[in-house]
């Protein structure tokens, strides 16, 4: 079953404009989340995390927003660049394991 | 510093074939991952090693699949026999020990079972 859920498969954005990633998961024993940026024929990369302790967790263009209560997190990338054009995955795990489960990502496309 | 390595790049095999992955992670980081992403999926775990004993191998099909880190280094994952539903790029991760999720990837292995 998929614990990590990002339900929006695609999603464009005009340059300088806000994009905003969402992702809701399902187990209350996760407590940190991360966000990973993947290119074709590449590894995903580490962008952003926030633990559960925190609402918020800022770093240059890159928020990440958790609501505990909704078992959802956000990620606000302002302003979009074209270079943002990837596949985001939201990825969480717990002080149990510390494997990341995986939601199957959103592709971003930011326009000039 | 040098980042994991993996090789091949890209691997083409009929079924009941078998295949070996290698990876090397990065100098230092005593935990490493397997994970395989099958297209329009995210990456799923399937073996976590600390040093060279395992952590988490519950989604391993071990029917088929198997995977060891002599030496507390670099790992092999093999498949064999290999099927269709196999076809996927399997992703090697490492990280320090004990941290949370910050993981460094790999340019993964494409494998095309046929």
């Not at chain 1, 404009?17 to 969402?22: D, E, F, M, Q, Y």
């Not at chain 1, 302003?79 to 985001?88: F, K, L, M, R, T």
Request: glycine letters at 8%.
């Amino acid at each position: 079953d998929q614990q990590v859920k990002q339900n929006s498969p695609s999603l464009s954005v005009q340059e300088g404009r806000i994009s905003i990633l969402n992702c809701d998961y399902t187990n209350s024993m996760f407590d940190y989340f991360l966000w990973y940026k993947k290119y074709p024929a590449e590894g995903p990369t580490f962008l952003i995390s926030i633990s559960s302790i925190k609402d918020k967790n800022e770093d240059g263009r890159f928020t990440v927003f958790l609501n505990k209560s909704a078992k959802h997190l956000s990620l606000h990338i302002v302003p979009s660049q074209p270079g943002d054009s990837a596949v985001y995955f939201c990825a969480a795990s717990s002080n149990s394991g510390y494997a990341l489960n995986f939601g199957k990502g959103t592709s971003l496309l930011v326009t000039p | 510093e040098a980042g994991v390595a993996q090789s091949p790049r890209y691997k083409i095999i009929e079924k009941r074939q078998s295949v070996a992955f290698w990876c090397n992670p990065i100098s230092g980081h005593a935990t490493l991952y397997w994970y395989q992403q099958i297209l329009g999926q995210g990456p799923k775990l399937l073996i976590q090693f600390q040093n060279n004993g395992v952590v988490d191998d519950s989604q391993l099909p071990k029917d088929r699949f198997s995977a060891e880190r002599l030496k507390g280094v670099d790992s092999t994952l093999k498949i064999q026999p290999a099927k269709l539903e196999d076809s996927a790029v399997y992703l090697c991760a490492s990280s320090r020990p004990q941290t949370f999720g910050e993981q460094y990837f790999g340019p993964g292995t494409r494998l095309t079972v046929t």
